[in-house]
């Protein structure tokens, strides 16, 4: 997240459903969902789960704490086992996702292929306008001989 972008932090209590808590999570000091930031994030949110009965948590949001245990520079596998021995009654502290913020990559593989192929089309006019001049120079060189 940078400097100057602020997000509510919230409490979220939760209550492990049949489907667990309803979310998953990515990030760790081990898996960077975010370039240069170790931290527990939503990736996704069960439909049917009680996060999503919640309302609250959404994806993108960072997990902070889970029952009063700081989140911080933890192995994704350590992050998911607090998860799983937390208990029946979850209370998460959560730092919502900014508006407009985009986690994970910079640009997604759509994006930077679209941008490659409109260097791409732009590039081709330049080479044939470059190939066309290097023939007439030749042919008129060829006339000087």
Known sequence: MSAGALAAVEEIALTRGPSGLGFNII??????????????????????????????????????????????????????????????????????????????????????DSEDSSLAMLAIPVLLSVAAFAIFAIVKYRQRM
């Open 27 to 112: 990030g760790g000091t081990d898996q960077d969902y975010i370039a240069h930031d170790s931290g527990i994030y939503v990736s996704s949110i069960k439909e049917k789960g009680s996060a999503a009965a919640d309302g609250r948590l959404q994806e993108g949001d960072q997990i902070l704490e889970v029952n009063g245990v700081k989140l911080e520079d933890l192995l994704h596998s350590a992050a998911v086992d607090l998860f799983r021995n937390a208990g029946e009654h979850v209370v998460l502290k959560v730092r919502h996702k900014v508006q407009n913020q985009q986690n994970g990559p910079l640009s997604t593989r759509s994006e930077r």
